[in-house]
């Protein structure tokens, strides 16, 4: 499948890794919109947050899970947002479901 987020999970495509397991990676965006801009995947491709089922659902927990250990790391103790854009509306550019970790300055409320 041609998935820019399989290749980088596989290694085929470099990225600036922070973490990863068996299930999932981080890694840091190549276009970051805060001074800590960081995506988590799972390895397995799942389109969307709109592709979630009682099967698959496990691996949305696990990555939160990776997220306030990688907000920990990076010293977010101030905030951090977690968002994951679903679709032509939301703004997804990358159909392999993706979670923005983002910190190091204030956020706006509501995003554009
Ligand atoms: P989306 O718009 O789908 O929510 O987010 C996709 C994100 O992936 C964007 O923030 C974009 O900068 C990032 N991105 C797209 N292609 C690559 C890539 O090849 N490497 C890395 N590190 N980030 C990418
Ligand atoms: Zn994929």
Not at 33 to 46: C, E
Not at 56 to 73: G, Q, R, T
Not at 89 to 94: A, F, I, L
Request: with cysteine; proline share 6%; charged share 20%.
């Amino acid at each position: 499948m041609d998935c820019v987020f399989c290749k980088i999970a596989s290694g085929e495509i470099p990225s600036t890794r922070v973490y990863e397991d068996d299930l999932c990676v981080a890694f840091k965006d190549l276009e970051p919109q805060a001074p800590v801009h960081l995506l988590i995947i799972p390895r397995a491709h799942i389109a969307s947050v709109a592709e979630i089922t009682p099967e698959n659902s496990a691996i949305v927990a696990h990555i939160f899970e990776v997220a306030a250990k990688l907000a920990k790391e990076n010293h977010l103790e101030n905030g951090w947002r977690i968002v994951s854009n679903v679709g032509e509306d939301g703004g997804q550019s990358v159909k392999h479901m993706h979670f923005h970790l983002l910190g190091g300055r204030a956020m706006a409320w509501p995003p554009g």
